[in-house]
């Protein structure tokens, strides 16, 4: 199957910095890509929808200006948590799907950030 | 929109023994139903998927069987081991710029 790689795989910050993470496509090239956030024993929950080259679609409730998205290319897409403070401390996974159709998702390994 | 339940939310067995999975979703456009394995710290891997017109698949020790009329799906997973231990996640997607939805995930743990 295709390969998602995400960078760092874990994080620890202080409060009130920002922290980014990368989250490659290494076999495709990904026009959608997906960011999840994932609490301990629960489900995936989708934060925005990203396609390369256009703004990202955010989910009810994920704040755009906190978890800036940027798709710049069809391989490479970026997660940053701004002003991070320790509730957004959490497991962001993100994934990736090489078109818009009923191309499989594929996820990366996930990043574990704690913020202090 | 579309809603996935998934039962059980919980699942033991001993080693050997099969287990099984069930999914229900509410939309009947949905078509394309994905299985995700999840281990502790990593990300959902896809194990198996079924698009709507078949109404089984399988490879190797897992399965995936899909009735339409009854809008349900189920995974099945046959001489269990303890490396199958893990979480289990189904979705459904009708493809489009329509975004997968999830289950709230199943833990199946295989004692040796």
Known sequence: ?116 | GENVEQHPSTLSVQEGDSAVIKCTYSDSASNYFPWYKQELGKGPQLIIDIRSNVGEKKDQRIAVTLNKTAKHFSLHITETQPEDSAVYFCAASKGGSYIPTFGRGTSLIVHP
């Open chain 1, 1 to 116: 199957g295709a390969v998602v790689s995400q960078h760092p795989s874990r994080v620890i910050c202080k409060s009130g910095t920002s922290v980014k993470i990368e989250c490659r496509s290494l076999d495709f090239q990904a026009t959608t890509m997906f960011w999840y956030r994932q609490f301990p024993k629960q489900s995936l929950m989708l934060m925005a929808t990203s396609n390369e080259g256009s703004k990202a679609t955010y989910e009810q409730g994920v704040e755009k200006d906190k978890f800036l998205i940027n798709h710049a290319s069809l391989t490479l897409s970026t997660l940053t948590v701004t002003s991070a403070h320790p509730e957004d401390s959490s497991f962001y996974i993100c994934s990736a799907k090489a078109g818009t159709g009923l191309e499989t998702q594929y996820f990366g390994p996930g990043t574990r950030l704690l913020v202090l």
